[in-house]
């Protein structure tokens, strides 16, 4: 019994790994997902580090009224020294199209002279990676409008899309085999790849089991901003091991 309990006090004394990198990350008041899967998922020698802002579902509202919320966060958020701050969240980073996205860049930079990044750019940029061009589109939200608005401004296609009309309290009761079930019956033979949005879901799970389904590449929010941290800041972190369970956008210039 003693050697037990002496075992179990090591592992809970272990000191934890200093990071060679950190991300900051602003995430909506309402998210209960992005924390646990950054948390399980995040490389290795990636501190992530998170505040909360009041800028989706019932707190979303126009930009300027939410400006001084997010540079608040940004603020504090700035005091670990983070490499990098993420504003993450896909439906409120592309309302307004690229220019509103901008503009929260904007808010974050001048509040803490870090450099920012929004969900909005990261999953542009790995729908990019991916060579995808005609996508299915599906969310937990109300509408989809400001996001394939964003997609479409930005050169892709939504050749169909699924919102599913929760709250947000209620978008991570969606399983990860139920996601799977919906990109399966949602399919269509004109899409190159399935666009998973948003940050509060089980999404991230059902990648591999969707792409090994339909053998069709799958981007999600979170997977998306984890890879374009890791690809940001690969000079600090170094060789990370394969991240199968994330698909096949963790093989792009990792």
Known sequence: ?????????????????PARARIGVI???VNSMTEPQFNRFAPPGLGVHVARARVAGSWKRPLANMAEEI???ARLLSDVVPDLIVFHCTDTSMTQGPQGEVRILDIVREATGIEAVATSRLVLEALQALGLHNLILLSPYKSNRAVIDYLEA?????VHDVA?????LDFAQVTPAQWTELARKH??????????????TTQIEAVADIERTLDKPVVNSNQAVLWGCMRRLQSKLGRVAPMPELGRLMQQQL
């Open 154 to 158: 930005t050169g892709f296609k939504v």
């Open 71 to 73: 540079a608040i966060s």
């Open 27 to 29: 995430i909506p008041s």
């Open 187 to 200: 399919d269509k033979k004109e899409a190159d790849g399935i666009f998973l949005s948003c940050t509060n």
């Open 164 to 168: 599913l009309s929760l709250e947000p």
């Open 1 to 17: 019994m003693d050697a037990v309990t002496t075992v179990e006090r090591s592992e809970i004394e272990r000191p934890s790994l």
